[in-house]
């Protein structure tokens, strides 16, 4: 058993009852996606086991999370294979990420791939930026859970306006979970957070290459 308490504001029973849903959130516009707990109760509940939850208000909570015991001997672990370097190209790719520190990793690894890279903070930013650039954008490179717009509905938004674009989808769920809860379609390209800056590069080389090969032409 794992016990995590804190001496917060605390919840009322209201809140507590929905505090697992996914999108669920008593924070503001813009200051959280609702999706920690319900992702935390995802992998206790798949993992055989369960979370609890006490809070009183004005006095803190308290998550008590129970998980199976498992027999036999401990593995192992076996050493990760290295990431192999991933080849790079002069494509613009538009990144959409509200998460600051995740937008320069990302911007970061790919600009040192030779990538030029169309920075937006938000799905209003990446429409705008979409707008004023002159030049071609081969690929939108976007987190999937944002306030206001989903990145599937920016990515269908920017198909309009800059036709063959590219789209490679990042999320902190499993495709599988992107898909159940509507978030992904089976056409868009996927990379599962957290990666290494690696093996981002390589899927972006990846979803271009494929769909230039099958026939979606680049923008000149």
């Keep these: 058993m794992l016990a995590i308490s804190d001496t917060g504001v605390g919840m009322n029973r209201e809140v507590q009852s929905h505090i697992f849903e996914p999108f669920f959130t008593t924070k503001g516009q813009g200051k959280g996606t609702g999706l920690g707990l319900a992702m935390v109760h ?19 909570t308290s998550f008590k999370v129970y998980l199976p015991i498992v027999e036999g001997l401990a593995v ?31 911007r970061r690894a790919l600009q040192a791939k030779g990538y030029q890279i169309l ?54 769920y499993t ?3 992107a898909l159940r809860q509507g978030l992904l379609t089976t056409r868009r390209s996927f990379i599962q957070k957290p990666f290494l800056p690696e093996q981002l590069c390589a899927k972006v080389r990846e979803v271009l290459d494929a769909e230039s090969e099958g026939g979606a032409g680049r923008e000149e």
């Design 175 to 177: 495709e599988h979970a």
């Design 76 to 106: 192992s672990p076996t050493p990760g294979q290295p990431v192999p370097a991933a080849r790079g190209g002069n494509e613009t790719i538009l990144l959409v990420e509200d998460d600051t520190a995740a937008l320069e990793v990302a």
């Design 119 to 172: 920075r937006a903070g938000s799905p209003d930013d990446a429409l705008s930026i979409c707008a004023d650039h002159k030049g071609p954008i081969h690929l939108l490179l976007t987190d999937m859970v944002m306030p206001g717009m989903d990145g599937i509905e920016l990515a269908g938004r920017l198909s309009r306006l800059r036709s063959g674009i590219k789209v490679l989808c990042m999320s902190g």
């Design 42 to 60: 995802g992998i206790v509940t798949q993992s055989g086991g369960r979370i609890l939850v006490y809070s009183e208000e004005g006095r803190g």
